[in-house]
């Protein structure tokens, strides 16, 4: 009997593969390739797999150097190395609403770190601000980029229960420069002057936590148009004099992580792993229409031990995610337990429409005889309308963030889920591939992304245009209400402008008192 061997094809060249022939087989869908028709059939290794044309691009690349000194099979690994290589392994993208279900538990036990590039707060502070709003816990501190505001200015962009620090811009640039932070009202927070830096390479702001323990946060800015050589070498001095213990930056580097052929990545990674830093965030936090995703934005540290998770966030502010990650901290115990404000009524525009129409039919066909009638009928059809059949809790109180109402919430809701349908739309391949998503297409998914892409934008100015006018009013109607009292319409025109005064602690404590 004579037994014939069923032999592999190469998917680029369709010849045999022999057996002892070198060959490569695409992880995705399971292809195999001769070794030599790797680089000819556009083959990619991606987190050291390999990946044949088709499926390269269906694949979001990791960083995770250390992925390759571990060895889960024996075990024989250094718990530090171990540590860092899932922290790595495990840093996911979120939404807003999949971070208050999945996470929301450990984000209220933990110290938590934010960062987002806002690339300009006149444009896009107010949106951040509702953004940060849905999210049902409080980040402990929050760090910006590309504020394109210097500190003459910073008093106006206030976030409630927060301490702004800002870094003035550099002298030449009226966009793309400045760094801010927020820390939590709750903390004691002072500027590190020997840190805080800027130079057309670099830009830099330090604010250190008084505690037992010192912590010590920085946010780092690498303008694109500067020289990254310069800026890795300024970058060498900060880190020198940077402490040994409890720091952790929050930046955006303009450094890709995902270009394994770059030498300033190569230098970077050098430099930073030579002061025990390690970058938490290992996928991408970039992606602008028409470029390759990219890990630009980073958190790095030197406490990896006490580092829990890290992740991004995508918010919809530009084109880039906030990156975020938390720590377990004895800062934690130190702040006071925040009382959720809880909520037993929804008294947005529709639900008040549907009030004032069904207590005018109720009290037209049965009209009340006396007061006690009227306010039976008034607060039954009140219930049926407005009243919640769950009450929902939440960190947001009138007082904290009064022009934020419930319908701007939902609209915001609408604008990520908009975006959602437009991203998907974009992943149905062209027809015509030699001409895909272009303005003249006429096949059903070009079509239909156009179409999502439409509904987006529009729905995104409409939101920005709300925003504003519900800010606008909410003020404009405080001061007329304090119309012919000048100490009162002072006193909110001073709250507009930013100046309030800043709640100083002490830094340390006598038996147990202030």
């Known amino acids: 009997m004579i037994f014939h061997l069923k032999k592999e094809h190469c998917n680029h060249c369709q010849r045999n593969i022999g057996l002892g022939h070198p060959h490569f087989e695409c992880l995705g869908c399971n292809s195999i390739l001769h070794a030599k028709c790797f680089k000819p059939s556009d083959a990619v290794v991606i987190n050291d797999d390999f990946y044949c044309k088709n499926c ?62 806002i690339d300009g707060n006149k444009t896009n502070f107010d949106t951040f601000s509702v953004e940060i709003d849905r999210i049902s816990e409080k980040f402990s501190v929050i760090g910006l980029a590309e504020t394109n ?18 870094q003035d811009k550099h002298v030449n640039k009226t ?54 050589s310069e800026a890795l070498e300024e970058f060498h001095k900060v880190l020198e004099l940077c402490p040994k213990k409890n720091v952790h930056l929050l930046g955006d580097f303009n450094i890709n992580l995902h270009d394994e052929t770059s030498g300033i990545v190569n230098e970077f990674e050098n430099l930073i792993l030579s002061f025990d830093i390690t970058p938490l965030i290992s996928i991408s ?64 525009n529709k639900n008040v429409d549907k009030f004032l129409t069904s207590l005018t039919q109720e009290l037209t066909i049965k009209p009340p005889l006396n007061f006690s009638d009227f306010s039976s009928a008034f ?22 963030n009064p022009w934020i109402t419930s319908g701007l919430i939902a609209s915001i809701d609408r604008k990520h889920e908009l975006f959602d349908s437009w991203k998907n739309a974009k992943k149905v391949k062209c027809v015509h591939r030699s001409n895909p998503n272009q303005v003249d297409c006429s096949c059903q998914p070009c079509v239909n992304t156009l179409r999502c892409h439409e509904e987006f934008r529009n729905h995104h100015r409409l939101l920005n245009y709300l925003v504003n006018c519900a800010k606008r009013k909410y003020h404009g109607n405080k001061i007329q209400e304090c119309a012919g ?17 800043r709640q100083i602690k002490p830094n340390f404590i006598i038996a147990n008192e202030r």
């Open 56 to 117: 390269k691009n269906s694949v979001s690349k990791i960083f995770n150097p250390f992925k390759t000194m571990t060895d889960p099979e024996t075990g024989n690994t250094d718990p530090y190395i171990q540590k860092i290589s899932d922290i790595l392994e495990n840093c996911k993208s979120y939404t807003i609403k999949n971070l208050n279900t999945d996470i929301n538990q450990q984000l209220a036990e933990n110290f938590s770190m934010l960062f987002q590039n």
């Open 149 to 166: 505001v210097g500190t003459d200015e910073s008093t106006v962009y206030c976030l409630e229960g927060y301490n702004c620090f800002y």
């Open 175 to 228: 966009k793309g420069s400045g760094v801010a932070l927020y820390l939590d009202d709750k903390l004691n927070g002072v500027v590190n002057d020997r840190l805080s830096w800027v130079t057309k390479n670099l830009e830099t702001l330090f604010v250190t936590i008084q505690c037992d323990e010192p912590v010590h946060i920085g946010v780092v800015y690498r303008p694109p148009s500067g020289n990254a």
């Open 285 to 348: 936090t970039h992606h602008k229409p028409g470029c390759q995703p990219s890990c630009i934005d980073n958190i790095l540290t030197n406490d990896i031990e006490n580092t829990v998770l890290s992740g991004t966030l995508s918010t919809g502010i530009s084109h880039h995610h906030a990156v975020f990650h938390l720590l377990r901290s004895p800062l934690m115990h130190k702040r006071e337990q925040e009382q959720k404000h809880v909520q037993y009524y929804d008294y947005c």
């Open 379 to 400: 607060h039954n059809e009140l219930d049926k309308a407005c009243k919640l059949e769950r009450p929902k809790c939440s960190k947001r109180t009138a007082k904290e």
């Open 485 to 501: 009292d000048s100490k009162k319409t002072w006193q909110i025109i001073n709250e507009l402008r930013g100046k309030k005064r």
